[in-house]
């Protein structure tokens, strides 16, 4: 599968930004898919995950009721609707596809999949 993260760009603080990933090939519904980000100097950071059926779904703190991940099967694509932005936000996002379906994994390398990344920039 390939993906493609759009949706990035210039936000305020406190502004809201919603990125999505479409994913060509087969199988999409069968995939559990994650976001993570990666800022200037850091390690990539894994943000939010949902498992292949939207019933599951995982959050890193800092994002937590700030974020939302969903995904339209019919649509193969994933969002993530990123409210009340700050600027320790600023970062790429990248989307990742993982083969297990039912497992919202927060670790990178359980992701086989990964797209090119979006930039998402905050300011104060």
């Known amino acids: 599968v390939q993906l493609q993260a759009s949706g990035g760009g210039l936000a305020q603080a406190g502004g809201s930004l919603r990125l999505s990933c479409a994913a060509s090939g087969r199988g999409f519904s069968r995939y559990a898919m994650g976001w993570f980000r990666q800022a200037p100097g850091k390690e990539r950071e894994f943000v939010a995950a949902?498992?292949?059926?939207?019933?599951?779904?995982e959050y890193v703190d800092s994002v937590k009721g700030r974020f939302t991940i969903s995904r339209d099967n019919a649509q193969n694509t994933v969002y993530l609707q990123m409210n009340n932005l700050k600027p320790e936000d600023t970062a790429i996002y990248y989307c990742a596809a993982d083969r297990r379906p039912t497992i919202a994994t927060m670790t990178a390398s359980d992701y086989d999949y990964w797209g090119q990344g979006t930039q998402v920039t905050v300011s104060s």
């Open positions: 949902i498992t292949y059926n939207g019933r599951d779904t």
